[in-house]
């Protein structure tokens, strides 16, 4: 299938959206970027300046690995759309397709259930040939290492074997063309060459570097780089959260945790108990919410035999299990007055009496209560105790919702892929940049909750090996689409429904029925949605009445004459 053809079969032109609104180039949903290849250029030089020539040409061939690896997984969403042949060619197609070189496969030994590949691609306008050759001239050495890296990661990603390309022949020493052929790595036989396509070990991580100097000069950690724990994030709102979590862990004052109903106030709670030198004693955490209030003083203080029916025996409450530890009172705010009386003398004294039982209790707990309600304006309506609330509210702390803190979204659905695909047995998945941008955009009304439910069911939807994208995460929802300007089949910009417009167009012209034809269908279907009603149906083709009613007409007559 030539190279026009593949492009129309599989509709690659309807895969690039240019939403200059927002400033987002799609390829599918691979976000892009439209550079000056006079940039890269500048900085491929910097580069061999700076790292020598062979920390620099693995690094070129890495970035290129990664972009074929990202338009491989583009393709095998493809398979069954066509012949697996023509599936694979669209490789070179979408590196001509993003600017980078026109390819063409000349020679391709495939053996598809071993997922082997030997074969050669012939190379034209390479913009890496062009941007050595101003900088440089001809020389004695290839210099397309970014294409061969592409074309390796791309044929490693679709057989599922290290596959690496070697140029043979460049423009940058003079070759009327490039030229690279390709096998499994070990049947090189060269070491040197293979390692290119490997980081370079050497080279110490910035974090590593950054935690020596820290150690030279005895500083402090910042509040980014404590130990977080299950706790995630690195936006200021979420930074400041976790500071003054820090700040209350050196001590034993009670703390009250604010927030939406979602954002993790259990975790931030667990995570304080953790880091406190309480950690190796009881946390335990009750929901006051979900237990009826003529419950709730049995549940906190604990009951004695007898004490109504069906106490068929003494048992303690959560402060006594919670002695010497944390005790974790969720939503605080719809604790009954009768129990807020209580849980007041039992903080004041130190002292819990269990329900129908005249016997002190000494318990020494650290309280954390949380809540999503106004507890000031609770109080002014008289539903909660002022002298409850400054009693637990000595040190709050405010969680901010997931819709503020839009920066940490892919580092928790990272954290949570982490945490569920051992569950079910499944590997760990990336996010397309598309879905990324789907959910940094969405606004979260159940906060964490929400996400993590999302995640979870994701992880169930994505095939195996495959990315997760926008419809994994929310299923036919359509406002989660990707918006953009489309190209026309003249490589022009188009506005979505015009590219589909004119997609449709294509159709009808490329048919063997002519234009009369396909009026009369037009004509046909307006009046099978009007229900027969001809004046409707004139309405919504914008025509008159008798024009409907000839064209029906008309169709009679040469219906009849067949």
Known sequence: MSEKRLIEHFNLRSK????????????????MLLLHTQALSGLRDELFANLGQSRARGL???????????????????????????????GPELHAFEGNVKAEITQADIDWEQGSFDGRVHMEHSWEAEAHIQQYGIGDDVGCWTLVGYASGYVSTFFKRFIVFREIECACKGDSHCTVIGKPAEDWNDDAYIDLFRIDQKVPPVCDIEQQLHQLRGSRPSTAQLEQGNLVGQSPGFLKAFDLLHKASRGPIN???????????????KWLHE??????????????????????????????????????????????????????????????????VKLLRALQSGEVERLGDNEARKVNVRLIAATNLDLERAIAEGKFRADLFYRIATYPVEIPPLRERKS????????????????????????????????????????????ENLIERALLLVPEGGKIEIGHLFPGNSEQALGGANLDNRGRLCKQDESRMNALYDTLISSADGLETHLNRIYQLAIERAGGNLAEAARMLGVTRRQVAYRVQKEGETEGEA
Request: a negative charge.
């Open 16 to 31: 690039l959206k240019f939403d200059i609104d927002n400033g987002h180039i799609w390829f599918g949903e691979n976000r």
């Open 60 to 90: 070129l061939i890495r970035m290129g690995f990664r972009a074929g690896q990202m338009d491989a997984e583009v393709a095998t969403q493809l398979y069954g759309a066509g012949d697996d042949y023509d599936v694979f060619k669209i």
């Open 255 to 269: 703390v009250l945790l604010l927030g939406e109903t979602g954002v993790g106030k259990e975790v931030f709670a």
């Open 275 to 340: 880091n406190s030198d309480r950690a190796d004693k009881p946390f335990v955490a009750i929901n006051c919410a979900a237990i009826p209030n003529d419950l709730i003083e049995a549940e906190l203080f604990g009951v004695r035999r007898g004490a109504y029916t069906g106490a068929q025996e003494s048992r303690p409450g959560r402060f006594e299990r919670a002695d010497g530890g944390t005790l974790f009172l969720d939503e605080v705010g719809d604790l009954s007055l009768s129990a807020q």
């Open 408 to 451: 940490d979204v892919p580092l928790l659905a990272k954290a949570m892929l982490k945490k569920y695909a051992p569950v079910y047995g499944r590997p760990e998945p990336g996010l397309t940049d598309g879905a990324t941008q789907a959910l940094m955009e969405y606004s979260w009304p159940g906060n964490i909750r929400q996400l």
